[in-house]
């Protein structure tokens, strides 16, 4: 072999070599399962949200009787908590369910309340509607307490005037000493 031809097959391998390492494979950008896996969870966040929003719209009763803020509107969705005979302090089981009522109030911001205050028929007018509003005061600090701004809540006492059993036993007493949470803005 002569020196020329061995300089042609070096020149030649080397070309060959600077081919094969100069043309890189084609990459594809794929995108990021993780981030596919986002978009699909925000979405079906906001679907859930939507959801409940219509949820609590359709739960929207109009109260035939307007309070002091005008219309009122009763909630399936808002839970009562009851009290003891001549208490105003919120019992740990009811504590519970005004944990659920802040939670349901924090997803809606532009909704207003009125908590308003009962108690049974014992005791004078006087006596039960400063009870009434003790109790719907009490109601309304533990749900400032959960992070409710004290803006979107008003109270009310209607003492014994607003029975929700008219019976005159122990268990319709028990049932008409509460604190009701009614939707006045929405």
Known sequence: MTKKSFIIIIIFI???GLIMIGCPKKTTVREEPAVKEE???AEA???KEAKAKEQFDKSLVAKQTPGIAGEVFES???KDIHFDFDKYDIRPGDAALLKENAALLSKYPNVKVQVEGHCDER???EYNLA???RRAN???NYLVSLGISPARISTISYGKEKPLDPAHNEAAW???RRAHTVVTAK
């Open 14 to 16: 080397l070309c060959f």
């Open 131 to 133: 009870l009434g509003e």
């Open 45 to 47: 966040e906001r679907a």
């Open 39 to 41: 978009a699909a969870k």
């Open 138 to 140: 009490n109601a309304k």
């Open 123 to 125: 005791g004078t007018v």
């Open 174 to 176: 028990a049932k008409n």
């Open 76 to 78: 399936s969705l808002l």
